[in-house]
């Protein structure tokens, strides 16, 4: 009996060794697939690392290169500008240049494919509409029309110290738009046209033909002035490298080396009354101020017309009032 029941209970330990064994084999096979899974799945994470490394460094690439091209098209421009964005298609939201890809604004020269980029917000409907009707850019300006012009630029040799003239060509800007344009398209023209056409209507029609008269002229006055503050060069100054000399004949102004300044932001010497307008990002001769009711700057090429429209709006402001209020005294002979 006792050694039946030594045999029986080494016949059970047999078996739960032989279970443990099993149960152990069991657990290695077991878990050799996760073991398995596992090393795929570092290999795909390591996959997906080197392809983001290699991602991050193509866009790095591409910011790399949409800088220089942008250092290097200020450096090489022949206004006195800023450091911008090259086109209005730099400037233009991820979200349009993605839709816009079969458009072919996606790919020029292949910096649109960079979303990285930094664009100006601030300007995105300009960078839109100007982008897709292939407006030029100066600065912050939109260049409507330009042809070029021939001129003689005086460069001092550094052997010599002799001034040696170069016949050159450069661009001639003849239509501009300022950075503001959509106030002055959206806000000030139908505030204007608004005002006039109710007047018109309601007070002018119905008087007499010389308050017809005045009241038409003064409003085209005001309307025309409008325009030509717009859409007029404001006096954007060409680049100049070095301070012209004294008595230059291509200086209308004649003004003397001294009096001109370097300016940092555009890289160009400047008279002593142009100034750089940040927002507008280009040296302005005769520089006033950036006027956001007109859309653009005032300088010296367009300060006679803000002037007429100025004075035009109090007229008209005033006129405008006594005829509303007082039309049967402009009437005497109705």
């Known amino acids: 009996m006792t050694i039946k029941g030594g045999e029986s209970g080494g016949a059970n330990l047999v078996e739960e060794a032989a279970v443990q064994t099993n149960v152990t084999n069991n657990d290695a096979m077991t878990t050799t697939p996760p073991t398995t899974t596992t090393t795929r799945e570092q290999n795909e994470t390591n996959g997906e690392l080197n392809n983001n490394e290699n991602d991050d460094d193509e866009n ?7 800088r ?4 290097q098209h200020w450096k090489d421009s022949d206004f006195a500008v800023g450091c911008v964005n090259v086109t209005w298609k730099d400037d233009q939201p991820s979200w349009f240049r993605r ?7 996606g790919s020029d020269n292949g910096y649109h494919n960079n979303n990285n980029r930094n664009a100006n917000i601030q300007y995105a409907v300009s960078a839109i509409v ?10 912050n300006m939109s260049i409507l029309a330009q042809t070029t012009e021939n001129y003689d630029e005086e460069v001092i040799d550094n052997e010599t110290g002799q001034v040696i003239i ?7 800007l003849l239509w501009v738009m300022g950075p503001y344009w959509t106030v002055n398209l959206f806000i000030t023209f139908p505030l204007i046209i608004g005002v006039s056409g109710w007047i018109c209507y309601f007070r002018v029609s119905k008087s007499h033909l010389a308050i017809i008269m005045t009241w038409s002229i003064g409003t085209f006055l005001l309307i025309l002035s409008l325009c030509m503050i717009s859409c007029c060069n404001p006096g954007i100054l060409y680049r100049h490298a070095q301070a012209p ?11 003397e080396a001294e009096d001109w300044r370097w300016n940092d932001q555009a890289r160009t010497y400047r008279p002593s009354d142009a100034k ?15 006027c956001p009711w007109t859309g653009t700057a005032i300088g010296s090429k367009n300060m006679v017309w803000f002037k007429i429209f ?17 039309s049967s005294l402009f009437n005497p002979f109705k």
């Open 60 to 66: 790095s690439n591409n910011n790399d290169a949409f």
């Open 68 to 71: 220089q091209r942008k250092i």
């Open 99 to 105: 839709n816009s890809n079969n458009d072919g604004y």
């Open 130 to 139: 100007c982008g897709c009707l292939g407006a030029g850019r100066v600065g």
């Open 166 to 172: 170069r016949n050159k060509t450069r661009p001639k």
């Open 245 to 255: 000399t004294p008595n230059n004949n291509n200086n209308t102004d004649d003004i």
């Open 276 to 290: 750089f307008d940040s927002e507008c990002q280009v040296v302005v001769e005769g520089f006033d101020h950036t």
């Open 310 to 326: 100025v004075s035009m709006v109090c007229v008209m402001l005033v006129y405008t009032v006594l005829l509303a209020m007082f």
